[in-house]
């Protein structure tokens, strides 16, 4: 017995060392010493783990040779030697584990997980393609949660992971993968989609058109959305890169889970109630399509052009215009119509309703930008100091209406607003006008080619 333990002994201390020639040596002299010793260690760690461990990995190949029961093995916490090499992410031991047996790959800890869906969780590339080659069975492999290895990349945010996944998927022609749902029914596309990775979603959908693997654009998971629905309620596809995604989408046939779940047979009134547009916050309203992006940053450019020449305007009036007082304190209402008010009350009038739309539009536009709110504090804060400028530029006099005195300062802000209100009103009067004249003749050419 004292001679056994003294064997057993030092086999635990040549596999902690890795002094591969002693371990040979020992159970080459006794056979039944490996199953002594794994008596022995029983409740702690199994022989192959602690040689993994300690970085033993000549003995760890032996003793899977010698016994490949050990690579099943596991320890109190439910994980096999491949599944800490794997959380470790050191690929030289997943080398060695996966050459003594690929169906080392395919055993599950105590969550139905595999080696490849640790590796997929946190990321590591490398250790994906050494799995895979092992064993492609574990790409088909799920969790207790339905979730495939690409799922648990994707909700890692490790993309450089998923795409080696949608190679290696790609490469043993498993794409059916890609539609493969978790217990919640998401399919990459969907958690691509609330990850808003624009990479993923690129990879999914190349060239803005269905894939032509068997991926399903309009796949709908438990609650009845489609990616397309999950783009639409993520509060956060605001940037250029981020609205791509919708324009990817969109190009790629993907619909609103709402269309899909419609009836074929269904009330007049509900098939109308579902084709109404979808309610969308302001913010969502002020969002531009791709396609118009370079058109709203050139509108920015013109629009603080136009804001800084009026500043530059106001603060170094053309010599003459700053020492211009009026004539009178009081002027008629018909003077302002005849030109008797100074000069630089029609020129701050014209400036004022410059700043004043360049300013409103600035603010619709930015809206939309990432920190919308903080930029559109600059824009009013812009407004106040114009304001303040103008007032202690303005000559001070009052032009009377009727029985009423009003300030310079009072009176050409009315006149601007009134002046802004009714070029809005002209324009969209002419729109209305150009639409009903377009809108008849072709109305009068349809009814041509019919009598023809």
């Given amino acids: 017995m004292v001679r056994s333990l003294n064997s057993i002994a030092q086999l635990l201390d040549a596999i902690t060392k890795d002094y591969i020639d002693e ?56 994980y096999t030697a491949m599944h800490l090499a794997s959380f470790r992410g050191c690929v030289r031991e997943i080398k060695v584990l996966a050459e003594l047996g690929s169906q080392v790959c395919l055993v599950e800890d105590n969550e139905s997980m595999i080696p490849l869906h640790i590796v997929s969780m946190r990321g590591n590339e490398e250790a994906i393609r050494v799995l895979v080659d092992a064993c492609p069975e574990s790409l088909q492999r799920l969790t207790h949660q339905h979730e495939t290895a690409l799922h648990l990349a994707l909700k890692g945010e490790h993309w450089t992971a998923f795409q080696v996944l949608f190679q290696e998927v790609t490469k043993f022609q498993l794409e059916n993968l890609l539609n493969r749902k978790d217990h919640e029914g998401n399919t990459v596309l969907h958690i691509a ?26 796949s709908m998971n438990k609650n009845g959305q489609t990616a397309l629905d999950v783009y639409y309620q993520n509060p956060h596809n605001v940037t250029p890169r981020e609205i791509q995604i919708g324009h990817i989408l969109r190009q790629a046939g993907a619909t ?33 399509w791709p396609w118009q992006l370079e058109t709203r940053n050139m509108l920015l450019v013109v629009l603080i052009m136009i804001v800084g020449t009026a500043f530059t305007v106001i603060c170094n009036l053309p010599r003459g215009l700053d020492e211009e007082k009026a004539t009178k304190t009081t002027f008629y209402f018909i003077g302002v119509i005849s030109g008797q008010l100074p000069t630089i009350f029609y020129l701050m009038l014209f400036n004022t309703v410059g700043v004043f739309s360049s300013l409103l539009i600035m603010g619709i536009l930015i809206w939309s930008l990432p920190f919308g709110a903080v930029l559109l504090l600059v824009v009013i804060t812009t407004f106040i100091v114009y304001v303040l400028v103008m007032d202690k530029t303005l000559p001070k006099f009052s032009v009377r209406i009727g029985s009423s005195n009003i300030s310079s300062s009072r009176f050409l802000w009315l006149s601007a607003l009134t002046f802004i209100f009714s070029g809005a009103l002209v324009f969209t009067a002419s729109k209305y006008v150009f639409w009903r004249m377009k809108s008849k003749s072709g109305t009068i050419d349809q009814i041509r080619t019919e009598q023809v």
């Fill in 23 to 78: 371990v040979i040596q020992l159970l080459s002299t006794n056979s039944g010493l490996l199953d002594e010793a794994e008596r022995a260690t029983e409740g702690g760690n199994p022989l192959l783990i602690t040689a993994c461990e300690h970085g033993s990995l000549r003995v760890a190949a032996e003793l899977g040779r010698r016994k490949p029961e050990l690579l099943s093995a596991k320890n109190q916490d439910g």
């Fill in 256 to 288: 609103d889970g709402r269309f899909l779940r419609l009836p074929e047979k269904q009330p007049e009134a509900s098939r109308r109630a579902l084709n109404q547009p979808r309610p969308q916050s302001f913010r969502r309203r002020l969002l531009l």
């Fill in 193 to 218: 989609t609330s990850k808003m990775s624009i990479r993923v979603v690129n990879l999914l959908l190349p060239d803005n058109h269905p894939s032509p693997r068997v991926l399903s654009v309009n």
